[in-house]
């Protein structure tokens, strides 16, 4: 957005002395994404991806091979959580990604004090990125909101609200975690329609949601609106976002106050937040708005954010059933699709949510909401693919599928792709489904 | 709960050498509320209320007068916020409340030590008791949901899942504030019935909702439920909660995902935990269900809770517009009634929320929801005192009221009474409303 400009660091000329980084689909020197890891016995601690291993910020710190502003980034990132990093705000953070794409750049002088502070990504475990303040969950996937509202209302799937407001509601910050964290089957109380009674048990339904997460660097005063055409500068970076949903519980609970239970589990994001700079080349314009659509409010209207607002970004889930993996068979491609199905951008979240003067705060996350392209084969949710469980997958096994049995296996991939770019990604975001704790 | 007994701390006989606090509405010293003050150039920290003084437990920490488990209670509560003291369970809390009964107490040996350690009120600024977790609103009070409902769906004002479910959803909990923040008037997205098109700007319908909050002192595992005969003591004790709200901006955004911006730019508490120890004597039966109403699932029945689960507490709302201040008019009682109208317990709102496995953790926050009587005067909105604006309340200037308006102060007070017990209360919970930051 404003802040993020093309350099030298997107050069899709520059490669890296780091084995392997240049073919890494993710983690090219082009990306540099923030994350928190740690080995077995350290202290958590944050990193950067290059390839498959982690230049550790701590160490670098200590290195003598930053200043400045650079410098503080790194210190500030010698900690458990990228709070106190990020709310260096872009200046610092920028300046960290220039330092480190010289370092780690091939032919750089300094590769040899670099080296020894690499630490290889199968040696570490991965933590969230950063504190998460507060946790709101929005509604921007149109697609996935047509889907889910035409199984309720078949003639008019979207509410009359739907294209003046994004739509949001707070969801819960204790539990999410990063990826690799099982995904314990929540148990629930649900109420088949034919049922007399309620009962209360494993939850039957569940169910993966594909969204995009937004990390907040910065925040306003309590009372203060954000103005849109500066909404941008508060976004760290994004991630891949999995809002497991349990839909039997969710059918029973959500009326009147919304989603509950259903949601608070778990949510699964993957480690890494991959920074607006990292995304400058692959900022595209928001797609028009269809004729007829109505135009939005001029405090959700920025024409810089119309130009930039949207990403080129393609999405993708996988599923392996616990037979699957035992057979060696690979995980199946669920769905795939582009990430500009979302119909609010993410300045305009941001400006929404602050339109009341409710106080964004540094570690906030956002998530998107379910991203559903308009075909088949592009849906964000078990949900919308199996028409609410009437329409099973099959698997290469022979098995079937309406909703995610105990031992599936779910991921999601997000890649970027532009000209004259080198494609950059998200690294992991997956989860097993572990049996209830009855 | 479980946990609290009547014990000497609550002797109706014992009275406090600190002037005034034996005629102290809110805080005699059976009392002995947790919060956390400053006075001008210091930093925040904890205290505890007696009269109208506050205890300064980093001062009493550093005394001698303590040792053992009320020694790590009160060095904990040398902090900013009392998340780490309330951490430290039930065992050191109550440990403090019984060595500060007897340090204030009349005829207490050690009174000449503590009188230096006494902050007046009047010079202190009181903080949030804790740093909030997760913020997460109930909708407990049935008569509160029955008339809102039936502005609605006058022939069918409760939805089904009601009396089966504790209905909640969350909130944020990064525009949590103590009494007397002012209420800055939100601005928002809205769309009368009849107009064609939403427009933004300051609300129209500004209300407030009389609530309890309940903070919590413990947690548990993420995956693993809490059960219901266990949930209380997850509890530290309770506050009084205003969940402000805009009616109109409520209306146009709550489908399908429920309220949003409409609540999160303030919710005010008051500042005082009054402990689970101090509420002990006031602790009564949970009301019988009515006659055909469902019995709750097993996961949510305890006995115990049910014997105890209720409280014998009353609460009231007062009213004055700037125009009665300036007049020197006492403020209007909008509102009084017994809290017995909640339809679930505190343990019934923790089990739930745990009961999928969700993670609570120490300064979580739970608003019960609006709690309003059964009989005109108890309704603890101006929703419903009003009928949703249709009924507007006559002030004694002349003025009228169907919503707040700028200057209007709203405030909420709440006193617990029993038999054979000295009346307790929570301090003050009130707001301003300023103009909207236009």
Chains 1, 2 share one sequence.
Request: proline share 9%.
């Amino acid at each position: 957005m404003a802040l993020a400009m093309i350099d030298e660091t997107h050069d899709p000329a520059r490669t890296s002395w780091v084995p392997g980084a240049d073919a890494h689909a993710d983690f090219p020197i082009q990306n540099l994404p923030l994350g928190v890891f740690s080995r077995e016995g350290e202290d958590p601690r944050g990193g950067i991806a290059i390839g498959n291993n982690i230049l550790d910020l701590a160490a670098l710190a200590l290195s003598g091979l930053l200043e400045g502003e650079a410098m503080a980034a790194a210190s500030a990132a010698a900690a458990p959580a990228l709070n106190a990093m990020l709310a260096l705000g872009a200046g610092p953070r920028q300046a960290l990604r220039r330092r480190v794409s010289a370092l780690l750049a091939t032919g750089a002088p300094e590769r040899e004090q670099v080296e020894p502070l690499l630490v290889p990504m199968a040696e570490a475990t991965m933590h969230l990125p950063a504190h998460v303040s507060d946790y709101t969950d929005f509604y921007v996937g149109i697609h996935h909101a047509t889907n889910i509202g035409s199984l309720f209302r078949p003639d008019n799937p979207l509410l009359p609200n739907y294209k003046h407001v994004p739509i949001g509601y707070h969801g819960r910050a204790s539990t999410i975690r990063p990826s690799s964290v099982p995904v314990i089957r929540p148990q629930g109380q649900t109420k088949a329609p034919d049922a007399d009674a309620p009962s209360f048990g494993p939850v039957k339904r569940l169910d993966y949601e594909l969204e995009l997460g937004v990390w907040l660097a910065a925040g306003n005063d309590l009372g203060t609106p954000v103005p849109i055409a500066r909404a941008s500068d508060l976004v760290a970076g994004i991630t891949l976002l999995n809002d497991w949903s349990a839909r039997d519980v969710q059918a029973w609970e959500y009326q009147p106050l919304g989603p509950f239970l259903a949601k608070n589990f778990l949510t699964t994001v993957s480690p890494w937040i991959v920074t607006m700079e990292a995304l400058a080349p692959f900022r595209r314009p928001q797609p028009s708005r269809p004729e007829g659509d109505p135009q939005p409010l001029p405090y959700l209207w920025d024409e810089t954010d119309q130009r930039e607002g949207a990403l080129s970004l393609d999405l993708e889930v996988f599923l392996s059933s616990a037979a699957m993996r035992e057979k060696g068979l690979a995980p199946m491609r669920l769905s795939h699709g582009p990430a500009s199905a979302m119909y609010w951008t993410i300045a305009q979240m941001v400006a929404h949510h602050a339109s009341n003067g409710c106080q964004m705060q540094t570690g906030d996350l956002l998530g998107s909401g379910t991203i559903s392209g308009p075909e088949e084969g592009s849906q964000g949710s078990l949900m919308e693919i199996t028409r609410a469980g009437k329409q099973p997958v099959d698997l290469p096994t022979g098995e079937t599928r309406t909703f995610l049995e105990d031992g599936d296996e779910l991921s999601l991939t997000g890649h970027f792709h532009a000209e004259n770019a080198v494609s950059i990604g998200f690294g992991e975001c997956r989860g097993v489904v572990a049996p209830a704790r009855i």
